[in-house]
C-alpha cells in the first residue's frame, strides 16, 4: 500500500521540467567590442513555438498525479482497520480524510519535503502507526505553508485525530457514545467542546499505556495544561461515590 512511487514521480515531473525551462532560456546578446567589424548577417532561424503556458499545464499534470496517487485511500484505511472494526462513523471519517489528503497532496506536488511529510503520515495510518501519523501531520501543519495550504491540512488533521480516535476507542465497552462524541467535535475542529468526552475516556483504568499514548500525542498541544491531571481526579471522585454504595 505504499504510496511513495506516485509522489515522487509527481515531483520528478517537476524537476524534469526546471531543468528544461533553464536549457531552454535563451541567451544574453554579446555586445561587440569598439571597432570591431560587425560579422555578416545571416540568415535568421525560425522562432521556437511558444512555451509561456508549459508551467502551468506541468504544474497542473504534477498535481494532478500526486492526487491519483491518493485515490482510494478512505477505503485503503479502513482496509487497514484491525479486526474489520469499521463502524459507520469511521467509514464516513475515512472518507472525508482521504479526501481531504488527496486534495493537500495536489497542492504540496512541487515541493518535494511536504509531499514526504504528507506521504509518511499516510503510511503510518495504513501500517496502523497511529501515533507516528500523528506527528507527522502535527508537523505538516507547522511547516512554512500557503494560507490554502495551511486550511487543507488543519482539515486532515483534524479528520486524522478523528479517525485514529474512532479507530483505537470505539469498541471500548460502555463508551461508544462518548468516543462518537469526541472524534465529532475533533472532526469539526472543536477541541473545546472535545474535553469532556475525551477526560472521561482517559481516565478509564482499562486503558492501556499505548492508548493513553495516543491520546496525548492527538490532544495535547489543543487542550489546557494539567488535562490528564484533571481526568484523573475526576476518576477517582468517581471511584469514591461508588464506594459509598457498598
Known sequence: MKISPAFQLAVSFLLSFALAACSESPAEPVTPAAGTPSPAPTTAAPAAPATGDKPASLLADAQQMATDAL????????????????????????????EQVAALGGTLASDAPL???LQTAVEALLENKDIAAIESLDKLTAAKLTPEQTQLAKQVYDAGAAFVTQRNFAAIEGLHSDVAQLANAVWKGQYTEALPPLQKLYSQSTLTP?????????????????????????????????GFGK
Open 71 to 98: 485515490s482510494g485511500l478512505g477505503q485503503k484505511l479502513l482496509a487497514s482497520t484491525p479486526g474489520g472494526n469499521a463502524d459507520e462513523l469511521l467509514k464516513k471519517i475515512s472518507t472525508d480524510l482521504g
Open 115 to 117: 509531499t514526504e511529510k
Open 210 to 242: 499505548q492508548q493513553k499514548d495516543l491520546l496525548g500525542a492527538t490532544f495535547d498541544r489543543f487542550m489546557p495544561a494539567g488535562w490528564k491531571e484533571s481526568a484523573g481526579k475526576l476518576q477517582q471522585g468517581l471511584d469514591a461515590l461508588k
